[in-house]
């Protein structure tokens, strides 16, 4: 390898999706990369531009991605070194959908698609890398037209794969335009333009033996290679890639990209052999990746304002509503809806970093309550602490004061991008919850060794929490004391046991539902206090007196208790799956009235969705008196 090539290939090795590749698979592609010098304001490709052979690295400089709309150009992204952009040949045979233009002298590596493509379909990991950097949907909150159509190959991606590409099912379409062997081409044409599409499958007994694209009449045609009243058979591609009906997105892209293709056949059992159940094309998959959540991971990263992140945050609510209307496991939902929030907190504390410089004491910004659980799937209240590092006492007035300073900066970019504040307070930005670690740790001792005497009303959300900025060894400082003080602390439990006992009951003794009774929710049926906080509630109380560390989420808590005790095992896994019931039903509640899904009107739920939600309230008289017995307790104790 000459010098230049090795230089290359020491850039490459430090940034994704080279970092995936072996020194062999690195040398092969530095010896093929264009070196490109780019002057200031020189385009590397534009809107409509035919579709080049490579795709591009910003080896140094800064390369500005942008699109046109209502005659103004909006800049979508920076490219700084390392980035990669132009990927669109990967995923897609139609035109540049943006602009690249060199912002400063630059220099870019144009990376032959030819030979990278074995190495995407080799390698999962770089093929995520590419997913997550090509889709991606427009930032221009003003471009109604092309609001949730994929816009073309934003640079965006997750520094690990994304879970979600392999269980995330694809919609396509189910009734495909299908024509026997013996079909007249004149004929087929005009039934593809006639329907509108792109694509015919030539079948047998239902059973595909074939594909023609209109790929193949423009160069098997249209070339004048065959006559337009030849059989379709004689232009056809054979044997059909197939795929069974629910195969992933993933799975999906590295078919297409392994054998070179733009279709997928998808048939009763994933072989030709089986019926013909529909057709999987290149934008299917890219209407697809336009919702991974490695884009919004990414986007949360680069946002510069409150109103950057909004957006991300409201693109979440799609996909939220999407995912529920697709039946993905709201366990997977919950995971990158929790990412996501997470991610935002993240960076609303860094925008308030910047803004007032560097931190005087190393902290950590906990989420707690729903956030701290990651339970969060609807923008509902936010609740958090700060703790800082023990300091000097003649330090401490002056770190606290940057701290405060630094919380209601960050709580104030949550509330413009959607998270409403705490109504009882609980904020880093309260003096009350933004304190040293050792008055943390006084304060968590107070709370567990005389629980609910005067000023010292425990609030049990202060128990799920989950570090969203700052030092990981805080943290673990909180957890410990907290375990410590649980050891053998009838009275702590005791106060647990009883505050969960008091909550409002779902049903009558009639077993009718207990609905508001006055105010403006009157007559509905509030699922958070009455059937989800119970169970909350619960799952906290034993995870504690079981001593169980490091799980915060109430469905995985109850499931680590089935194993933990499996003498109420089957208790556990009732809650469990009730948990998921009742908060499917409240985030679809929410999306579907804008808000936070806390009051249902029964009346307006269909017959299958009251049966769940009056089954869903059956373990939680098991689990009542689960607590009852495990800690001497009556409900008037």
Request: charged share 25%; hydrophobic share 40%.
């Amino acid at each position: 390898m000459n010098t230049i090539a090795s230089r290359i290939a020491d850039f490459l090795k430090e940034y994704a999706p080279f970092n995936n590749l072996s020194v062999e698979e690195l040398t092969i592609v530095a010896i093929n990369i264009r070196v490109l010098n780019l002057e200031k304001n020189k385009s590397l490709f534009q809107i409509n531009d035919t579709l080049h052979d490579s795709f591009y690295m910003v080896a140094s400089g800064v390369i500005n991605l942008s699109v046109i709309s209502d005659s103004e150009e909006t800049l979508l992204n920076k490219c700084i070194a390392g980035d990669v952009f132009g990927l669109r040949p990967f995923f897609a045979k139609n035109n540049y959908m943006m602009t690249s233009k060199a912002r400063e002298e630059s220099i870019v590596y144009a990376i032959p698609i030819a030979t990278f493509r074995p190495f995407v379909a080799q390698n999962a990991e770089v093929l995520n890398f590419l997913l997550e950097s090509f889709a991606n949907n427009t930032s221009n909150p003003a471009d109604k037209e092309n609001k949730g159509k994929l816009l073309s190959d934003n640079v965006a991606f997750s520094s690990k794969p994304t879970e979600i590409q392999y269980f995330q099912s694809l919609s396509y379409n189910k009734s495909p335009l299908k024509v026997a062997s013996h079909f007249i081409i004149k004929d087929v044409a005009h039934l593809m333009s006639d329907n509108l599409i792109d694509n015919v499958i030539i079948a047998e007994q239902n059973f595909p033996i074939g594909i023609v694209t209109d790929t193949d009449m423009r160069t098997k045609i249209a070339t004048g290679r065959y006559e337009i009243t030849t059989t379709i058979n004689k232009i056809m591609t054979s044997p059909v890639i197939t795929v069974p009906e629910n195969v992933s997105l993933a799975e999906a892209q590295l078919l297409l990209l392994k054998n070179n293709v733009s279709h997928l056949c998808v048939t009763h059992d994933g072989t030709d052999k089986s019926e013909i159940k529909g057709i999987i094309t290149e934008h299917d998959l890219i209407v697809a990746q336009a919702s991974n959540p490695g884009v919004f991971i990414k986007e949360v990263k680069r946002s510069q304002t409150p109103s950057d992140l909004s957006r991300v945050r409201s693109k979440l609510s799609d996909l939220v509503q999407t995912s529920l209307a697709k039946n993905i496991p709201l366990t997977h939902i919950t995971n990158i809806a929790s990412e996501i929030n997470l991610a935002i907190i993240k960076r609303s504390v860094e925008l308030a970093i910047l803004d007032l410089g560097s931190p005087p004491a190393r902290f950590a910004w906990l989420s707690i309550g729903s956030q701290g659980r990651k339970e969060q799937l609807l923008a509902t209240d936010q609740d958090s602490i700060l703790v800082f590092e023990d300091v000097a006492a003649e330090k401490y007035r002056d770190v606290k004061n940057y701290f405060l300073k630094l919380a209601k900066k960050a709580v104030s970019t949550l509330e413009i991008i959607g998270y409403e504040p705490c109504p009882n307070g609980h904020l880093a930005s309260n003096m009350m919850w933004c304190k040293s670690m050792t008055e943390w740790m006084k304060q968590y001792s107070n709370w567990m060794n005389s629980p609910g005497e005067k000023n010292n009303e425990i609030s049990s959300i202060f128990f799920d929490y989950e570090i969203a900025f700052g030092e990981q060894q805080i943290e673990d400082a909180i957890t410990d004391i907290i375990f410590v003080n649980a050891k053998r602390n009838k009275l702590f439990f005791d106060y647990l046991g009883n505050d969960a006992l008091r909550k409002p009951a779902p049903l009558s003794f009639f077993k009718k539902y207990n609905v508001e009774e006055t105010g403006i929710n009157k007559g509905k049926f509030d699922i958070k206090n009455r059937a989800i906080l119970p169970l909350v509630d619960g799952a906290r109380l034993f995870v504690l007196s079981h001593n169980i560390k490091g799980i915060n989420n109430t469905y995985l808590r109850f499931k680590q208790l089935a194993m933990e005790d499996s003498k109420h095992s089957e208790i556990y896994l009732n809650c469990a799956d009730a948990f998921q019931t009742l908060t499917k039903l409240r985030t679809s509640e929410g999306l579907k009235y804008d808000n936070s899904g806390q009051y249902i009107n029964l009346e307006d739920l269909s017959k299958v969705d009251k049966e769940n939600l009056r089954n869903a309230l059956l373990p939680m008289k098991e689990l009542e008196e689960l607590i009852k017995d495990s800690f001497q307790l009556t409900q008037f104790s």
